[in-house]
Nanobody, 119 residues
């Protein structure tokens, strides 16, 4: 598995912005996809955004038009730019990466970073 280190969470007022970063350790295998999940208090974990090795992107409907996911393969880093934040975006955000090994996949998770949006 790869190691993932997140940064960039914090407290922000509604309407504000935050940028999350997730740097991973090196791997000899293709990492596809990478992205972000979140878990709000009392709710199930949900996919926020993912980006494939080829650049295909998926977003949760609730964040479309507000969040932007990107990846820099040279820096082994995935980003989540979050704009127009709402109180319902409050959650712990987890970076994930899927490592494609011959015959199997291996999923890795970051430690999580808290995002709190005040009204």
């Amino acid at each position: 598995q790869v190691q993932l280190v997140e940064s960039g969470g914090g407290l922000v007022q509604a309407g504000g912005s935050l940028r999350l970063s997730c740097e991973r350790s090196a791997s000899i295998f293709i990492i596809d996809p990478v992205g972000w999940y979140r878990r709000a208090p009392g709710k199930e974990r949900e996919l926020v955004a993912s980006i494939s090795h080829g650049g295909s992107i998926r977003y949760a409907d609730s964040v479309k038009g507000r969040f932007t996911v990107s990846r820099d393969n040279a820096k082994k880093t995935v980003y989540l730019q979050m704009n127009s934040l709402k109180p319902e975006d409050t959650a712990v955000y987890y970076c994930f990466a899927r490592e494609l090994r011959p015959g199997l996949t291996s999923d890795s998770w970051g430690q999580g970073t808290q995002v709190t949006v005040s009204s």
